[in-house]
């Protein structure tokens, strides 16, 4: 798949995504900011990447936290995981949350965020009186009712 990317020129010194080893499903993003960021215990924060992505039709972009950040950090994306729609032309910006009990430094070219494509399907809604085959394994169970294995 191709995709086209535009880059904020101030910022061109910290290349596009790629991906990092040929089994990776996913590319790092980066901060694209002038100057370090302190995010405080509790707090978000918009982080801007410098990147114009074009995705395209029938993919949407799906941002993930990074797992060392969180494992290590507690730094997560707060509406985990993003989506950003095929239609969408704006710089991507990632909301990261510390979920830590230390403060947290986001440095010029830190990797704060992953984003991999996702084939997606529309559905046509049709309006029903009436579900069909109801007596399936989990009915109408909702959380947790699949047992505690």
């Known amino acids: 798949m191709n995709v ?3 880059q904020r020129p101030e910022f061109k010194d910290l ?5 990092e080893t040929e089994g990776s499903a996913a590319v ?3 901060a694209a900011i002038e100057n370090t960021k302190t995010l405080n215990p509790g707090e978000s924060m918009l982080i801007p990447t410098g990147l114009f992505i074009e995705i395209p039709k029938g993919y949407m ?4 936290p990074r797992s060392g950040l969180a494992l290590k950090k ?4 707060v509406n985990s995981p993003g989506i950003i729609d095929s239609d969408y032309r704006g710089e991507i910006g990632i909301i990261l949350i510390n979920h830590g009990d230390d403060a ?3 440095k010029r070219g830190d990797r704060i965020a992953q984003a991999s494509f996702v084939a997606f399907g529309k559905a ?3 309006k029903v009186d009436e579900l069909s085959n109801l007596n399936t394994q989990r009915g109408e169970g909702g959380f947790g009712s699949t047992g505690t294995k």
């Open 4 to 6: 086209n990317i535009k």
């Open 104 to 106: 947290f430094s986001i």
């Open 28 to 30: 790092d993003l980066r």
């Open 61 to 64: 972009l799906h941002i993930t």
């Open 74 to 77: 507690s730094i997560s994306i």
């Open 15 to 19: 290349g596009i995504p790629q991906y």
């Open 124 to 126: 046509t809604f049709n």
